[in-house]
């Protein structure tokens, strides 16, 4: 962690979470982390969802400028999100102006309802809208059994569309938005806050748990090939520590991607159908990732009905 990073504990005491075995965090505000000036970021429980982590698995955050807040997707529920205005309004009084989703999944935007007495502009990816319209009943649904319907929530649908990039200004601060073609998912959006270098890169980076694939095997490694060259020295992934340095915090996760490209196109090459790719693509991966056997056959799988269409 750079040397300006600080911890900020706010009306808790339970132990910082990182993506190695982190445990539940049931607690009214959330525990954030200064990783450059201004730029806090709240790490996510590395697990699935449970009541008792709220579906808070998702590294989420804020950034402060001189005249308001931005946040950095909402949380993954109604619990968490309340959870993580309550972080901020421990910080700064400054109007929370925008609040930014980059992508659809649930551990990213159930949150979003929380901040909505604050009146922000709600911020996405110009394909989020019908992303959201075509999954989140689902989501709820599955999402409400784990956590019960009080803390569950709704996402919020955008009220600001990115297409291609876009800039907002926190007063002193600029943040340059960023909508990917299809990748992780195909709502992918990021943010590079200009003052601090750091990029906020949403799932589009994984780190220490195995990345899922939502989107496209293809469109990842090109997106991710091109984001090394983003104007950042820090990166906080959508999953992992609160920062990693870029762009060689993308290196483990650029490996995987090729190697399962690799893998998948050796088995339809090879005649092999779609349960063998699942059982063996990338296996040499398993030790280097949390929660790999949850979600590496389900990667090979989504890859395997790319890539033999090549």
Same mark, same amino acid.
């Given at each position: 962690m750079c040397a300006a990073a600080m911890s900020v504990v706010l009306t808790t005491t339970w132990l910082f979470a990182v993506c190695q075995g982190a445990q539940a965090m049931a607690a009214s505000t959330a525990h954030v982390t200064q990783v450059a000036n201004g730029d806090f970021v709240r790490v996510g429980d590395c697990a699935e969802a449970t009541a008792e982590n709220r579906d808070g698995i998702a590294n989420i955050g804020f950034i402060v400028g001189r005249d308001a807040v931005?946040?950095?997707?909402?949380?993954?529920?109604?619990?968490?999100?309340?959870? =993580?205005? /309550? /972080?901020?309004?421990?910080?700064?009084? #400054?109007?929370?102006?925008?609040?930014?989703?980059?992508?659809?999944?649930?551990?990213?935007?159930?949150?979003?309802?929380?901040?909505?007495?604050?009146?922000? /502009?709600?911020?996405?990816?110009?394909?989020?809208?019908?992303?959201?319209?075509?999954?989140?009943?689902?989501?709820?649904?599955?999402?409400?059994?784990?956590?019960?319907?009080?803390?569950?929530?709704?996402?919020?649908?955008?009220?600001? &569309?990115?297409?291609?990039?876009?800039?907002?200004? &926190?007063?002193?601060?600029?943040?340059? &938005?960023? /909508?990917?073609?299809?990748?992780?998912?195909?709502?992918? #959006?990021?943010?590079?806050?200009?003052?601090?270098?750091?990029?906020?890169?949403?799932? =589009?980076?994984?780190?220490?748990?195995v990345p899922a694939l939502d989107g496209s095997l293809a469109g990842w490694i090109a997106e991710l090939t091109a984001m090394r060259s983003l104007p950042a020295s820090r990166a906080v992934p959508g999953h992992g520590p609160a920062e990693v340095p870029w762009p060689g915090g993308a290196a483990d996760e650029l490996r995987y991607l090729l190697t399962m490209r690799h893998d998948v196109r050796a088995d339809i090459a090879a005649g092999r159908d779609i349960p063998e790719a699942a059982a063996t693509a990338a296996s040499n991966e398993r030790s280097k990732w949390a929660l790999f056997d949850a979600y590496n056959g389900r990667n090979a799988t989504e890859a395997y009905r790319e890539l033999q269409w090549e």
């Open positions: 931005a946040v950095v997707d909402p949380g993954g529920s109604l619990a968490d999100g309340e959870s =993580l205005r /309550a /972080a901020i309004r421990g910080i700064t009084k #400054l109007p929370i102006r925008y609040v930014i989703m980059t992508h659809a999944h649930p551990d990213h935007v159930f949150g979003g309802a929380a901040f909505k007495q604050d009146h922000p /502009a709600f911020v996405g990816h110009w394909r989020l809208p019908a992303a959201l319209a075509s999954r989140a009943a689902y989501d709820h649904a599955r999402l409400a059994a784990v956590l019960g319907n009080t803390a569950t929530g709704w996402p919020v649908v955008p009220t600001m &569309l990115v297409r291609d990039t876009t800039t907002l200004d &926190l007063g002193s601060r600029q943040l340059t &938005l960023q /909508a990917h073609k299809a990748a992780h998912t195909d709502t992918d #959006l990021t943010i590079v806050d200009q003052t601090t270098a750091t990029l906020w890169a949403g799932d =589009l980076l994984f780190v220490g748990r």
